[in-house]
């Protein structure tokens, strides 16, 4: 009954044991380092010192509540080298009960499997499964989106090609700096979905979901409980009756594209030249209006300030100062101008700062901004250290807190606690990205 198949590949099942939410047992009985990699297109079977009958038997015993946890668990893809499987696989592995050193494996694994190359981390699994294993690691819902909010993108992708045919497709991501990339595998793992690609050429690392069962099941609720504050929950609404029309197909019909075509003119930058030239009379939908709630979550803004926000330290020469030099210390949050409604919710949460409108560039700029001393100390840091921003921009904080101490211990007026100020505000920010 249990007859495997060929799969013609080497695994590893360490490695798919390891790198699994529901079949980590890197912390149980069932590891083991003498897993040995065996080619599956002979015998199809996998040969361990240490897993035998007893282990089988115990595994038996919770096969039931590891296919209920699968559904929970388990609803993404996952990557392993060259070879991709869905945490279904668990379903598939059948444990042989004749042979004490026997698993056989089904069908439907093979099927779970692609031999297909991509660009994703080999380790992308593992580094997932070790985030999902921590509870200090765990994302809340609001720090999500509020981190989307400020690093997020919803895009529509249109090719467009001679005789009236198209491509249509729809990705959500996060582009961030690749020592940035830590935070990209715990939202992977929050959401269990979706693919994290390194481009080492530019130094970007990118988290994203683009299959329409995800995005539908997992993606689009999330947003839809948690929303976005910003101007993107206009493109994320938008962008979400695109993904509709397309799960339903409409996208192939002449009507469904066009219907397309209006909301893709209205998310985010609008339509690229090349679909321009082919359809110059589009007429892009309405952007829905986004009411802001009275009060801002706490979590949802530190994962916005995670994004968008910033922590300056730095020096200016001051002739009425003993060593010649004044130390201002500045927290910031910049988003466009169109979200300046948004950036005043940040003097009601902080109950401090001010919003700048800035003309002179080329984007039209709106900053929160706080800069007396007391109030960073009160309100500022008082906040972060309850609610983190858990990326690489915590280390950012943690140098501005440092900086605010010694000038609340009026060290900053000596040259050793002058120096330090300035040390650390060579490591902070953009020169701790290169």
Sequence with gaps: KNRPTLINHYVNLLNMLGSSNILNTINTILYSYNVKIVTMNDQQV????????????IIQIFKDLVWYLRDFIGRGTLLLGCLIYSPLFCESIKLGHKLPTLIYVSKKLKREFSTSRCLASVANNRLAAEA???????????????FVDAEGCFSVIIEV???????????????????????????????????IYHRPDRKKSVYRVTNITYINNVIIPHFTKFPLLSKKSSD???????????????????????NILSYYASINKGVSNKVLKYYPDISPANKPIINL????????????????????VYVRPAKDYILGEKVYCRFHIAQ?????????????????GQVVFRSSTSTPRCDFIVQDTSFLLENIIS??????????????????????????????LTKEGLDKIKSLNLEMNSNRLR
């Design 236 to 258: 994320f609404l938008l962008w979400s009756k695109v993904v509709d029309i397309i799960s339903k197909r409409d996208h192939l019909t002449k009507k469904g594209f066009f």
């Design 161 to 195: 090609y001679d005789d009236f045919k198209w491509k249509v497709r729809v990705s959500f991501e996060i582009n961030l700096h690749e020592k940035d990339k830590d935070i990209l595998y715990k939202i992977q793992s929050f959401f269990g979905v979706g693919a």
């Design 293 to 312: 709630p009275h009060n801002l979550n706490p979590q949802w803004v530190s994962g916005f300030t995670a994004g968008d926000g910033g922590f300056s």
């Design 336 to 352: 466009h101008s169109k979200d300046i409604e948004l950036m005043h919710l940040f003097i009601r949460f902080f109950n401090c």
């Design 46 to 57: 996998v040969l361990s010192k240490i897993i035998n009958i007893n282990v089988l038997k």
């Design 383 to 412: 906040h972060f250290d309850l609610y983190p921003l858990l990326n690489l921009k915590q280390e950012d904080f943690l140098g501005f807190k440092e900086a605010l101490l010694l000038i609340k211990e009026k060290k900053h």
């Design 132 to 146: 999902s294993l921590k509870a200090e690691d765990k994302l809340d819902p609001n720090w999500i989106t509020g």
